[in-house]
């Protein structure tokens, strides 16, 4: 009798190379290795946009939980504050404007003295890719166009270059202006595309040395300096070696929006030569994440401002989350992948979009607006609600939230 045709393997394209791709990638290929993945990039090489990168609690759980791999690359690049005694600490918080400028006026911890730190993300990245498996196929310069059913294959996906493929399912890491996004959801959804959020960003890798002559030796720890209108924000990276500014504000000139501020801030700002500037947008909320074997990852399923410090630790548990769903155990053949996106949306939406809303108030209380209504915050106001949006930022059983999909996996199966 003639050998049967074995099964091929299920085939799953992630379309974006960037932190949340890539540890897609290295998380699947751990938790269900007979999974044939390809990574589609459009850009010509592995690399990342924004000079800093930051991980609390949350994340470096997920990365745990994921691969002790991907822990210990960011172990390798990452900076805690210079100071021994500050190494818990998440920010300390300084006045930028008024008479007080430059005084301190409190800090922010964890309760598990988790040591805070900061580091490079294109060093983060270039870790990351050193440990893709051999197995895991990677393409660059292929910007996805469309995506479509194309019998017997499920889906066949198109780049710009007028090449295509075939895959059983696709799982968008493709960031803040996804195309996937707007397939899933339809151009004229009004979530779609992501939207303005009134504030910009200005980032930039300086001397520490240079920081330190002008504003003393705090700059060797996390500070943030919030005003009236806006907040600067620093932490150490390259071993304390350089100090990443981020400056927020609503102006698009920086140095027009602190006008006035302190001279510890208006010394930072002026060795700011040529900062790279970004306008700050996020995505309203989709009524899904996921539809038929097509899902969202990261920035392409909830893009956030970066003011919870929290965007790409909310992509890497969407990675633990999803790699637990996508094994063996649950995924035997194509027609379970929907049901495994299903559940996945189901439970990471909720939390992922409340980040959203929460950011965006958050960012108003570092500028100390008032998020509930008119008028400025107290210094009371404003720490109690940075430190609660922190707690509900760290706080997460990770675990239990895993345990939570795969019930709704079987019950799916079970046609509950």
């Known amino acids: ?41 459009s850009r010509s090489e592995f690399s990342e946009i924004g000079a800093g990168v930051g991980f609390g609690p949350n994340a470096v759980q997920a990365m745990t939980l994921i691969d002790a791999g991907i822990a210990e690359a960011y172990d390798e690049v990452k900076t805690a504050n210079l100071w021994p005694e500050k190494d818990h600490v998440w920010y300390d918080f300084h006045y930028g404007t008024g008479p007080k400028a430059g005084q301190s006026f409190g800090q922010i911890s964890s309760s598990s003295h988790f040591t805070h730190s900061g580091g490079s993300r294109a060093a983060f990245l270039d870790r990351l890719v050193n440990l893709i498996p051999s197995t895991v196929q990677v393409f660059f310069n292929k910007k996805l166009t469309s995506i479509s059913n194309a019998l017997p294959h499920p889906l066949q996906i198109t780049f710009s270059d007028n090449s295509s493929a075939h895959v059983d399912a696709v799982i968008a890491c493709d960031g803040i202006r996804p195309v996937c996004r707007q397939i899933l959801l339809g151009e004229d959804n009004e979530a779609a595309k992501a939207v303005y959020s009134g504030k910009y960003a200005y980032r930039k890798v300086v001397s520490m040395a240079a920081a330190v002559a002008v504003a003393g030796r705090e700059v060797e720890n996390r500070v943030v300096y919030s005003g009236h209108g806006g907040h600067i924000l620093l932490f150490p990276i390259s071993n304390g070696a350089l100090l990443n500014i981020v400056v927020r504000s609503s102006k698009e000139a920086m140095l027009e929006d602190f006008e006035g501020w302190g001279e510890k801030c208006v010394g930072l700002l002026e060795l700011i030569n040529e900062p790279e500037k970004w306008a700050l947008f996020d995505h309203p909320p989709a009524s899904t994440y ?48 929907e049901g495994v996106f299903r559940a996945y949306d189901e439970v990471r939406r909720p939390r992922s979009q409340e980040l959203v809303v929460r950011s965006r108030r958050n960012g108003m209380r570092l500028d100390f607006q008032n998020p509930d209504g008119e008028g400025e915050l107290s210094v009371e106001q404003y720490m109690r609600g940075v430190e609660e949006n922190m707690k509900w930022v760290w706080e997460i059983d990770l675990n239990a939230m895993l345990e939570e999909a795969r019930a709704l996996v079987v019950g799916y199966k079970e046609g509950k």
């Not at 009798?1 to 791709?21: F, H």
């Not at 539809?291 to 970066?306: E, I, K």
């Open 1 to 41: 009798m003639p050998s049967s045709t074995p099964t091929p393997p299920i085939s799953i394209a992630i379309i974006g190379a960037g932190i949340a791709g890539i540890t897609l990638a290295i998380a699947l290929s751990k938790h269900n290795p007979s999974l044939k993945l390809t990574i589609y990039e």
């Open 290 to 337: 996921a539809r038929g074997n097509l899902c969202l990852v990261g920035d392409a399923a909830h893009a956030t401002t970066p003011h919870s410090g929290a965007g790409a630790g909310f992509a890497i548990e969407d990675v633990h989350l999803l790699s637990g769903l996508l094994t063996s155990e649950f995924v035997k053949e194509k027609g379970d992948l």
